[in-house]
């Protein structure tokens, strides 16, 4: 039996947690519902009548050549942008760790990339990257390699395009890091010393490494869904060509949507998407979990 | 971070205040147009319409980025009623706009108002043409506001060095082709020619290859592609000889533009609107050229018209008669001659090139005179539909594997007009 007292407890508990509850509700289960909603009818922005397709868009998905070199696409940039993401992010921020004095300079320097907004930065890079112009033509060219066109050669695009992801991600991911690296306690690593790990890799592998175990799975997690998100630079530096070598997910999603207005399908786009980003999440998580000390 | 989006670029196009408001304004219009940049005749062209009309007031909606936003703004303002009181949808845009709107009864009829105006009235501002820019499935929804067709743009210097003569442009593309190719023989660093359809971010430079040969896009009917003829062949293997004789690289329409203005190209097709932008570009490195775009067929080729048209999408009657007076002020000799100095678009009133508009600005401008010099070759910037923005990817790709030399052009043409049918309808 619940005396009064508890039940009015319990009011005051559901009316303290239904402003939460009414946001979660309203900013993400509503429109999650109403993509999935979207996702099965034939709508076009603008039109006035509507009809239910069913499956029909997933269906039509996979077998459209359009996606599937947009999913191919991805997941090489994923796979190329991942591992340099995550140890590059951790080697830089061990370097600078090290630091003493110096230590300010390499952070506001790597973390540069960060702030700088890419839109704006895409006039940049469209010029270091110009085949006659740029300066990175210039040196490659130096270098013997030739006439490389880093951003029209359909071979080599999506590369240049994961190169420039990692240039903003490794400062953001070298952050994380750093602060993984300071909660480290510094006995640990006296006491490793006693037990007679005297060199750094074996330091490194015996301390940093296990202890930064829940920092690189936030880190690879976020690496992730970062690179799976690639949009900005594939809009302003390449809009998905040359001959669609570097058409992202996001990239076909975002045309659907919103220059073809094929809102129905775009929608079904999405749910795919959001289905691959929470299945990755989920695997790394479990995967990486097994392997993580929490301190 | 790689997730913060571009919207950023609209808010950035910070439109200037419009102007103060008067306290005797007794209408005020809800105006959208696209290009932020778009505002520097936008702005003043408001003031002297309501220096003259001192009871409406003109205030700027945020402009869209461009024109497929501005068209995605309008879509979603039909749904929930938030249309503005006047749009400047682009060209290719407008039919599609139309059917969906006048279902929906959210677009004015404009036949019968300039009916009201006067036979003598319509006659003496504008050119059928120009009226014909304006018009989906017979209706005028439209009033043609900024128009341009390609034009070419030169580097006097490298012309002369490939052993051309700076003040006679080649008219035939034979002799365009010809002539890249001998700057490319001079000049190896430099590019010849450079005609980036394969970069292009519209389809308007590949219409215009296609109809200045007398070829069409579509059909009469406009449901069915037309450009499978001999015009399209003739279209789709120059547009190879570019790269093979005139020494045109593939790259970027933005990469292009930057290496014409260092001197790294000898010639360009672009719109007459970037006049100004690419005149700024160059800066004082060479004097800078430009000539009308050679036309193949005199009887029967042209240039797409790009550019824009102002609809009225008000609902109610008091706004409705105010936005007319805007949109006849906008199309008239006054806004007209504001909007082509500031851009070097072709004036849509027929008044506009008279002495106290535009004349004496002609005679000291001649870069600007080359569009102006095509008008009577303008045609419609023809549109595929629901399906267009879609169908020009497709168009691209195709184009992009026929100039590197991947796909045979016949083959090439034979396959976009396969896939453009298919894609029309459906």
Do not use: C
């Not at chain 2, 940049?37 to 003043?44: K, N, Q, V």
């Not at chain 2, 309008?74 to 709107?101: K, Y």
């Not at chain 2, 990469?255 to 190209?265: E, I, K, S, V, W």
């Not at chain 2, 609902?315 to 504001?338: C, L, N, T």
């Amino acid at each position: 039996m619940t005396s009064p007292r508890q039940g009015a407890e319990a009011r005051a508990g559901l009316a303290f947690a239904l402003p939460a509850f009414a946001l979660i509700l309203a900013l993400l289960l509503a429109p999650l519902a109403a993509l999935l909603a979207l996702s099965v009818t034939d709508y076009r922005l603008g039109a006035l009548a509507v009809q239910v397709v069913g499956l029909d868009h997933y269906a039509a998905l996979f077998s459209d050549e359009v996606f599937r070199r947009s999913l191919r696409n991805t997941f090489l940039y994923v796979a190329f942008v991942l591992p340099g993401a995550v140890f590059g992010g951790l080697g830089v921020a061990l370097l600078i760790h090290a630091r003493s004095r110096s230590r300010g300079f390499y952070e506001v320097a790597y973390f540069l990339p960060v702030t700088a907004t890419l839109v704006a930065m895409a006039t940049v890079w469209q010029f270091m990257l110009h085949p006659s112009l740029g300066p990175v033509s210039a040196l490659l060219r130096w270098l013997g390699f030739g006439e490389v066109d880093l951003l029209n050669d359909p071979s080599l695009a999506l590369g240049t395009l994961a190169l420039i992801g990692l240039w903003q991600v490794i400062g953001f991911n070298m952050v994380l890091f750093l602060a993984g690296l300071s909660a480290i306690p510094r006995d640990l690593y006296e006491a490793a010393a006693l037990d007679g790990a005297r060199t750094a890799p074996d330091r490194f592998l015996r301390v940093t490494w296990p202890m930064l175990g829940p920092t690189t799975m936030f880190v690879t997690i976020t690496s992730t869904i970062t690179a799976f998100k690639v949009f900005d630079t594939v809009v302003v530096l390449t809009r998905g060509g040359p001959l669609g070598s570097t058409e992202t997910l996001l990239y076909v999603l975002y045309l659907e949507g919103f220059q073809y207005f094929r809102t129905g399908y775009a929608a079904a786009m999405t749910v795919v998407l959001l289905a691959f980003l929470v299945l990755l999440s989920i695997l790394q998580a479990r995967v990486i979990d097994r392997k993580v000390h929490y301190a | 971070m790689l997730t913060r989006r571009s919207t950023l670029l609209a808010g950035a196009g910070v439109l200037a205040a419009p102007a103060a408001p008067r306290a005797q304004a007794a209408v005020t219009l809800d105006v959208l147009f696209a290009n932020p940049s778009f505002a520097r005749f936008f702005t003043p062209i408001a003031e002297a319409f309501q220096r003259a009309n001192p009871d409406v007031r003109i205030a700027f909606r945020q402009p869209a980025p461009n024109y497929d936003e501005q068209h995605q703004a309008l879509l979603r303002g039909a749904l929930t009623n938030q249309l503005p009181d006047v749009a400047f949808p682009g060209f290719n845009r407008l039919p599609e706009l139309a059917r969906t709107l006048a279902p929906r009864g959210q677009i004015l009829d404009l036949g019968p108002l300039i009916a009201e105006e006067g036979a003598a009235w319509k006659a003496e501002n504008f050119a059928d043409r120009m009226l014909a820019l304006g018009q989906v499935d017979g209706r005028q929804y439209g009033m043609a506001f900024n128009a341009s067709s390609p034009i070419a743009y030169y580097n006097p210097e490298l012309v002369t060095r490939g052993g051309g003569d700076p003040d006679a442009f080649p008219t035939s593309w034979d002799a365009v082709v010809a002539l890249g190719g001998r700057i490319k023989a001079a000049a190896p660093q430099a590019m010849g020619v450079s005609y980036y359809i394969n970069s292009f971010d519209s389809d308007w430079l590949w219409q215009a290859l296609v109809q200045q040969g007398g070829g069409r896009m579509l059909n009469a009917a406009g449901d069915a592609p037309a450009f499978g003829d001999a015009a399209g062949r003739a279209a789709i293997t120059l547009a190879r000889r570019f790269v093979t004789d005139s020494g045109m690289q593939l790259i970027g329409d933005d990469q292009n533009r930057q290496q014409f203005a260092t001197g790294g190209t000898g010639v360009i097709f672009d719109s007459p609107a970037r006049l100004n932008v690419i005149t700024g570009l160059v800066g004082g490195r060479f004097p800078l050229r430009t000539a009308s775009f050679p036309i193949t067929d005199q009887a029967r080729g042209g240039v797409p018209t790009g550019g824009n048209a102002a609809v009225i999408t008000a609902r109610d009657a008091a706004k409705r008669a105010a936005a007319w007076r805007y949109v006849k002020f906008s199309a008239g000799p006054e806004a007209q001659s504001i909007a082509v100095r500031m851009t070097g678009y072709l004036p849509t009133n027929r008044h506009a090139t008279a002495e106290q508009f535009l004349g004496a600005w002609y005679r000291d401008n001649p870069n600007a005179q080359s569009a102006a010099r095509q008008a009577d070759k303008s045609l419609p910037w023809e549109d595929y539909g629901a399906n267009g923005p879609r169908i020009h990817r497709m168009q691209q790709e195709l184009l992009t594997a026929v100039m590197r030399g991947d796909t045979p052009p016949e083959a090439g043409l034979e396959r976009m007009v396969a896939q453009t049918g298919a894609l029309m309808r459906g």
